[in-house]
């Protein structure tokens, strides 16, 4: 059984599979989240599935079964990441500690992203948890490593760190006290929190399953605890990502769902696997920061909301008039006043705002001619600064008369 997506039951068809088989398992069971889950494809074809169950402890007995089974086939050096969420990763993590033992834990696995706003009378839900454990203490693990932050010191990257008499860490030095270097360095080891955004809704990769999760996650969980041509089953397949990340890594598959219409959908992907490139992972979250320095002091001044990925306007009012949005753009440095006034007009249109505001910062040299086409539905009110520099100039013209 090698590289096949089989329908049915996994508890049913795991018996089939031989003791200590296979080499990491990947599991995305229902969430408990009390609800069926549908949505629909571009194709307009429709997927779901149901998570509702007669109670927590329904829910645990179902999963705990197959757990048993999952443990059974995972050889002595497999490692299984169990995803979950809040609805029930308190029970799910005693359920694990009963399987594979308490001293088999190796890592809570925090899934966080960016989503929209939540209606409920709570926090936003930003995160998933992804535990780890092994069948034994030796385990795969491969390390990865990441790009050092931006507020690292350079010390830190370049000189070796020991501990002195008192257990505190240090930065080594020889015995004519001077600092000893660490060498080359490969980066700051994969920490517990993975920021790997939610799948944008106009991804490539999208295939219109409710649950699916990102590639990009299931091949960092791949890489993290399986080498080529290692066997990885998933016995809640969905949209078989987790197949086609072995698939692009060198590795087998053993996929199994109970919903054919997810069987066929991950045969389709397996045979033309489509990766989305995460511009977000790629460039840092600050190259989505468009708005220069001096243009956020002004906004923070206001009661306003910035907005960093449009052209024409910088940030929109914490206050709506009629349901409709009052957006600003503040007037760049050598900006001709009506040409800033025509972009925060145009941009306002398409969102259909009730006023468009232009802070203007240009005091001298920048004033609108009697034949600039200034819009009449965009208001200007002067900068701190702008204001400041006016009244002082009126005050100095009356001295002088």
């Not at 969420?85 to 009963?98: E, G, K, V």
């Not at 760190?161 to 015995?175: F, I, L, P």
């Not at 016995?235 to 053993?254: D, E, H, M, Q, W």
Request: net charge positive; proline share 4%; glycine share 4%.
């Amino acid at each position: 059984m090698i590289n096949e997506i089989l329908h049915g039951d996994c508890l049913k068809i795991l018996k089939d599979v031989p003791d200590n088989h296979v080499d990491l398992v990947y599991l995305d069971p229902p969430f408990f989240s009390q609800s069926d889950h549908a949505l629909k494809s571009r194709k307009l074809t429709e997927y779901k599935f149901k998570d509702t169950w007669p109670s927590l402890d329904a829910y645990i007995d179902y999963l705990g079964l197959r757990l048993e089974e999952i443990y059974r086939v995972m050889k002595r050096d497999c490692a299984v990441f169990v995803h979950c969420d809040r609805n029930a990763s308190h029970r799910i993590r005693m359920l694990l500690d009963q399987i594979f033992g308490f001293d088999r834990f190796v890592s809570e696995i925090i899934w966080t992203y960016r989503r929209w706003s939540n209606s409920k009378n709570s926090l936003l839900g930003s995160h998933q948890t992804i535990f780890m454990y092994s069948k034994t203490e030796n385990y795969k693990f491969n390390r990865i490593f990441q790009d050092y932050s931006e507020s690292t010191n350079l010390d830190q990257i370049l000189q070796r760190r020991e501990r002195n008499q008192h257990g505190k860490a240090v930065y080594a030095k020889d015995s004519s006290g001077n600092v000893v270097l660490h060498g080359p360095k490969k980066g700051v080891p994969l920490s517990d929190t993975w920021d790997i955004p939610y799948l944008n809704p106009k991804a490539r990769e999208r295939c219109g399953y409710p649950t699916q999760k990102p590639l990009l996650l299931l091949e960092r969980i791949v890489m993290l605890a399986s080498n080529k041509d290692d066997l990885i089953l998933d016995p809640f397949c969905g949209s078989g990502t987790t197949l086609v990340a072995a698939k692009l890594l060198n590795r087998n598959y053993i996929g199994i769902d109970s919903y054919s219409e997810a069987v066929e959908l991950s045969r389709k992907r397996i045979e033309n696997p489509i990766r989305s490139d995460s511009r977000l992972l790629r460039t840092g979250r600050a190259t989505y920061k468009n708005l220069p320095r001096e243009i956020i002091n002004i906004l923070h001044q206001l009661p306003v909301k910035l907005v960093q990925r449009n052209r024409g306007f910088d940030a929109i009012h914490n206050e709506f008039i009629n349901g409709k949005p009052v957006v600003l753009r503040v007037q760049r440095k050598g900006e001709n006043l009506a040409d800033a006034a025509g972009k925060l007009q145009r941009a306002g249109k398409t969102k259909d705002a009730a006023l468009m505001i232009l802070v203007r910062t240009e005091s001298e040299g920048q004033q609108q001619s009697l034949f600039d086409m200034f819009p009449e539905d965009v208001q200007v009110i002067d900068s701190l600064e702008v204001a400041v520099q006016s009244k002082m100039e009126s005050i100095l013209h009356q001295l002088r008369r």
